[in-house]
């Protein structure tokens, strides 16, 4: 058994799947573990100290935003859950997928990324060619996601023939049609306008609350987009990049236009905002 240290909190560990979180009470600890980041740092090879010692865990089905201002090592925590960055020290720990051997898990980015010269469909099923997906069963798994995103119209669509939002829409498609268990999101929809947005972001929550198991985790800088989103919220601070807080939205309130302007949204709001204000007054969270 270790012992790990969260700012004034110390949370007792005893195995792999056991959690040491800022806020360790807010977490719904009857799912299992699928992504962990213990003790991880990240110092780059020119010296920049992204992030320090940040302690995350991501249990099965849930919807976990990484907020925080530019800079705060937000995209590189997500790029060692995606074994894409390595940790200079600690570890990332993926528990369900050294079970099974294989790493359920895709990727979106803030640009959509689509190939200019194929169709949508085309641009959908290219992870399943490359991994060697029959061709009947790709073009189901296809047909399926463009559905869940609402582009079950426009799959004989080239990207330059879509919107900004619906290119983005695609890119989920993309990423759903390998039937990840866990779904990593860096600023989707950082690049939209604010009403596309907020549809996307409806769309997504509904998508999440569809899929019973998925497991996502998504980047933003907005406080707003945070808590719509997410069933918890792990706050992070810069210089160096850390964890300074995790907030549960702990609500059964139907994620729609009403909940964005309820007394409820608006409290959220101020917790997340009062995180990172004291953070960069150089305090400490309140977990
Ligand atoms: N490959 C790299 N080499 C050197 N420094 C890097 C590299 N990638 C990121 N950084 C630096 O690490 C720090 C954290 O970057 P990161 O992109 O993780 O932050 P972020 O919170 O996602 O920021 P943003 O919201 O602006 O994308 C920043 O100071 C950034 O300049």
Redesign the pocket.
């Given at each position: 058994m270790s012992e790990a240290t969260t700012g004034d909190k110390r949370v007792k560990r005893d195995d792999d799947t056991a959690v040491a979180l800022p806020g360790a009470g807010a977490v719904d600890l009857s799912s299992p573990v699928v992504l962990q980041a213990d003790g991880v740092e990240k110092v780059?090879p020119?010296g920049?100290h992204?992030l320090d010692r940040a302690d995350v865990a991501v249990r099965r089905g849930e919807f976990v935003s990484l907020l925080?201002p530019?800079?705060?090592?937000?995209?590189?925590l997500l790029k060692m859950f995606a074994g894409l960055e390595e940790p200079s020290s600690g570890r990332i720990v993926r528990p369900e997928a050294a079970a099974k051997g294989r790493r359920d898990m895709a990727m979106v980015f803030q640009e959509a990324t689509l190939m200019p010269w194929a169709r949508v469909t085309e641009n959908a099923r290219l992870p399943l060619d490359l991994a060697g997906v029959p061709k009947a069963e790709g073009n189901a798994r296809v047909a399926e996601a463009l559905q869940l995103v609402g582009l079950g119209e426009f799959g004989r669509c080239y990207p330059r023939e879509l919107s900004g939002g619906m290119q983005m829409r695609a890119s989920i498609a993309r990423a759903l049609a390998v039937k990840p268990n866990v779904l990593l999101m860096d600023e989707p929809f950082g690049a939209l306008d604010e009403f596309t947005r907020n549809r996307l972001d409806a769309d997504l929550r509904g998508l999440w609350e569809e899929q019973k198991e998925l497991t996502v985790v998504f980047?933003t800088?907005s406080i707003y987009e945070a808590v719509f989103l997410s069933s918890r919220v792990v706050v992070m601070a810069a210089r160096p990049?850390r964890v300074i807080a995790d907030v549960k939205i702990d609500t059964d309130a139907p994620r729609d236009e009403a909940f964005r302007v309820s007394t409820q949204f608006i409290d959220y709001c101020r917790v997340l905002s009062e995180h990172l204000v004291r953070a960069n007054r150089g305090e400490r969270g309140v977990h």
């Amino acid at each position: 058994m270790s012992e790990a240290t969260t700012g004034d909190k110390r949370v007792k560990r005893d195995d792999d799947t056991a959690v040491a979180l800022p806020g360790a009470g807010a977490v719904d600890l009857s799912s299992p573990v699928v992504l962990q980041a213990d003790g991880v740092e990240k110092v780059y090879p020119n010296g920049t100290h992204a992030l320090d010692r940040a302690d995350v865990a991501v249990r099965r089905g849930e919807f976990v935003s990484l907020l925080g201002p530019s800079g705060c090592g937000k995209s590189t925590l997500l790029k060692m859950f995606a074994g894409l960055e390595e940790p200079s020290s600690g570890r990332i720990v993926r528990p369900e997928a050294a079970a099974k051997g294989r790493r359920d898990m895709a990727m979106v980015f803030q640009e959509a990324t689509l190939m200019p010269w194929a169709r949508v469909t085309e641009n959908a099923r290219l992870p399943l060619d490359l991994a060697g997906v029959p061709k009947a069963e790709g073009n189901a798994r296809v047909a399926e996601a463009l559905q869940l995103v609402g582009l079950g119209e426009f799959g004989r669509c080239y990207p330059r023939e879509l919107s900004g939002g619906m290119q983005m829409r695609a890119s989920i498609a993309r990423a759903l049609a390998v039937k990840p268990n866990v779904l990593l999101m860096d600023e989707p929809f950082g690049a939209l306008d604010e009403f596309t947005r907020n549809r996307l972001d409806a769309d997504l929550r509904g998508l999440w609350e569809e899929q019973k198991e998925l497991t996502v985790v998504f980047v933003t800088h907005s406080i707003y987009e945070a808590v719509f989103l997410s069933s918890r919220v792990v706050v992070m601070a810069a210089r160096p990049g850390r964890v300074i807080a995790d907030v549960k939205i702990d609500t059964d309130a139907p994620r729609d236009e009403a909940f964005r302007v309820s007394t409820q949204f608006i409290d959220y709001c101020r917790v997340l905002s009062e995180h990172l204000v004291r953070a960069n007054r150089g305090e400490r969270g309140v977990h």
